[in-house]
């Protein structure tokens, strides 16, 4: 599959956070805990430079347990500061918070001696698309000041969000990057769903999802939909799954478009299993 896309507003989007860079004490940067390297633009650390930043792997309840401990401690030996969030049910949100004042102490002791006192805490939120940057400014926010969609894109300007407390965050569209140079790269962002499905062949897509997910292990495809995928293709697999699900069209064939979007939507919410697609190397 080729898989690439890069809306205009992106480039737009890039520029915006250069020039803005200099109106905020920290930078969180948002990640997917399925795929924390696929779902992090390689122009972030050259567009931040020594900007304090802490990384939050949202959607770290639909990752694996044992993986997310991984990543995280991959990112610390790293010198970068990172939290797990699920943003959807309120987790992991102190741990913004107060890594926050911790990131930022230094910049408010300067801003205090120079008679600046009660200024709020300025972040900026920076991420691909589709990652849950609204769902986490609605969590930290306790308000639907940002628009959520489950969709990637739904985000278009830049908008400062005023959080309960002395903390302000300036949101910003999702960033992609013009090419993706590693085939699983791409592959990875459109599981996820970081790329509009519109895209893409959807087929193709669960073909090779069901290809990767028995790599990692056969269990969830068959816990999941009770069958054994032994000496079993994808395709073959596909069929089995499409026929329990009842995908039948005119004539007895497989509806292949129903059942393709039915894996891709059971592996996006989690429910064939808490599942992280990459570790670091």
């Known amino acids: ?10 480039k737009k989007t890039k520029e915006s956070i250069k020039k803005n860079l200099s109106l905020v004490d920290i930078v ?3 990640i997917d805990a399925r795929i924390p390297y696929s779902s992090r633009n390689p122009d972030v650390d050259g567009i931040l430079g020594n900007k304090p930043r ?3 792997m949202n959607k770290s309840d639909l990752a694996d347990a044992e993986s997310n401990k991984i990543w995280k401690s991959y990112f610390e030996q790293k010198k970068i500061p990172v939290v797990n969030v699920d943003s959807l049910n309120n987790k992991g949100l102190d741990q913004v918070i107060n890594m926050s004042y ?6 408010r002791k300067a801003l205090e001696n120079r008679g600046v006192k009660n200024r ?7 991420g691909i698309p589709n990652v849950g940057k609204s769902t986490l400014i609605n969590s930290l926010s306790k308000r ?8 990637p894109g739904v985000t278009k300007a830049n908008q400062w969000i005023k959080i309960k407390g002395d903390l302000e965050l300036l949101d910003t569209p999702g960033i992609l990057w013009p090419k993706f140079e590693d085939k699983e790269v791409g592959l990875n962002l459109a599981f996820t769903g970081a790329i509009k499905d519109e895209l893409l062949d959807i087929e193709s897509l669960s073909f ?11 269990k969830f495809i068959e816990n999941r939909y009770n069958i054994s995928v032994e000496d079993k293709s994808p395709y073959d ?37 808490r599942i992280t697609l990459e570790l670091p190397n």
Do not use: Q
Not at 144 to 151: D, L, P, Q, S, T
Not at 208 to 218: C, D, F, G, P, Y
């Open 237 to 273: 697999i596909i069929v089995e799954i499409g026929t329990k699900r009842g995908c039948i069209i005119r004539g007895g064939e497989i509806d292949f478009n129903k059942v393709s979007n039915i894996i891709l939507d059971e592996y996006r919410k989690g429910v064939i299993g």
């Open 208 to 218: 090779e999802l069901v290809k990767r997910l028995n790599l990692i292990s056969t």
């Open 120 to 126: 709020p805490i300025r972040a900026m939120i920076i």
């Open 1 to 10: 599959m080729n898989i690439n896309w890069y809306p205009g507003h992106m």
């Open 54 to 56: 802490l990384i939050i």
């Open 28 to 30: 969180y940067e948002i």
């Open 144 to 151: 639907k000041g940002a628009k959520v969609g489950n969709r």
């Open 102 to 107: 911790v990131l930022t102490e230094e910049k």
